[in-house]
């Protein structure tokens, strides 16, 4: 019995001990969970395909702007430096030429044809006047050669026979650095490079002294080789087996890297300078230079037609016109409230000439008057008056008067000095010079108006008195005559 017991016990201590050790077990996974972000950061560090490059159609803008200039051949030379030319100096002046294209930029958009110049194999400078030389600075000893496309304004070469020229200089002295053979099939890189703003991102290439490949494919057993060019983009390649720009997508944003090589139909590069080159360029999307614009869609063909075109002028839109006449008709409408203003002040005027014209026909009888009065005293200055020479010898005749009869002509004068005194404040003052009475006809008249009614009767008593007077008096000269002629006669 105490042996069985003490199995038994044994048993349970060992289960107990099993059960413990389980239990461990199970705290210790519990305290190694803490670790499962580890992994998790592991799978993180895996890296995410590479966005592949992809060929697409070309933009509808550029289809479009390149019927523009598909009637184009142009021819392009080098007209300095001559070829083989050498050099005493760093520094050259190039001269370009080139026939069958107008070549210029757009002072809007700042695109248009032109020629890009390449030296040896730097990135291209853009030329958009010929009648300027091209300097170049700071050549480095050796030979150079210069490399000059016809290009359209988005950078794509033109592709006909003359369209490209090509030159070897030295400077100082002949080295075999970028030297390319004549004979032997060229590559010249043209895009990309430099930066973009859009895509699809163009790439373009000319090659000289490429066979065609109809007649390197049509006797497999010749010694013409077919061409391809390989192009790698961020370490991603593929073949081009045609001469012609194609259309890319699928750029990162920021620093990318093509490299563009000519092998044969095997694959085997083709040796020659510049056959192999690699550019680096820069990605940034939402670019708003003109070219970006045009490759989004943003401006389309019409309205930048005049990268094409120097004549060009785009279509004006109709819809702008349409504001400016509903401005100008409420501008118009307070105008003919102003307008009869101007007849008010018209009549204004006519009857201020009305007054003016008036008095004139009042003093039509007035010089009647003053001609009638100043008689007697016009015959004062005798030769002064037109035809009253007689009126001077009946003024000599009363000084003979005043001595035979002082009593008849005292009541006489008495009566008529009485007649006079009214009419003096009237017109005596103003007649005297005969000269003037034309003039004073006017000044009479405006105070005459004002007193018209009382003057009249006064003027035609005036006129009776005198009347008698003047018979009175010759009929006195008549008496004084017929006695002087008897007693001469004694």
Known sequence: MGINW??????????????????????????????LPTSSNKSNSVPTPVTKISEVSPPVGIQKLRQALESYQPQVSILNPK??????????????QVKDLPIFKDANLGLGPHLQVLLDNQPYQAVYDTNQPLELFDLEPGTHTLRVLASRPWEESFKNEGAYAQT????????EDNNPDRNLPQLTYNQPQDTYGAEPIMLDFYLTNAPLHLIAQENSQDEILDWKIRATVNGESFTIDQWQPIYLKGFKPGKNWVQLEF??????PIKNAFNNTVRLINYQPQGQDTLSKIVRGELTAAASGGIVDR???PETPTVEPKPTPAIETPNVKPSPAVVPETPVAKPSQEPEQAPEVAPTPLSEPEPTATTEIDTPKI????????????????????????????SEPKPTATTEIDTPKIAEPTPLSEPKPTATTEIDTPKIAEQIPLSEPKTT???QTVKQKISELMNKFRSFLNQLTEPKTPSINL
């Open 311 to 313: 004549t060009y002028k």
């Open 379 to 406: 015959a004062e200055p005798t030769p002064l008056s037109e035809p009253e020479p007689t009126a001077t010898t009946e003024i000599d005749t009363p000084k003979i008067a005043e001595q035979i009869p002082l």
């Open 83 to 96: 070829p083989d030319q050498v050099l005493q100096d760093t520094y050259i002046s190039v001269r370009l």
């Open 457 to 459: 009767p006064i003027l």
């Open 168 to 175: 070897t200089f030295h400077v100082f002295t002949k080295t």
């Open 263 to 268: 092998i044969d139909e095997l694959g085997n």
């Open 6 to 35: 003490l199995r038994k016990t044994a048993g349970r201590l060992l289960v107990l001990l099993a059960a413990a050790v389980l239990i461990l077990g199970i705290t210790s996974c519990g305290n190694n969970h803490p670790d």
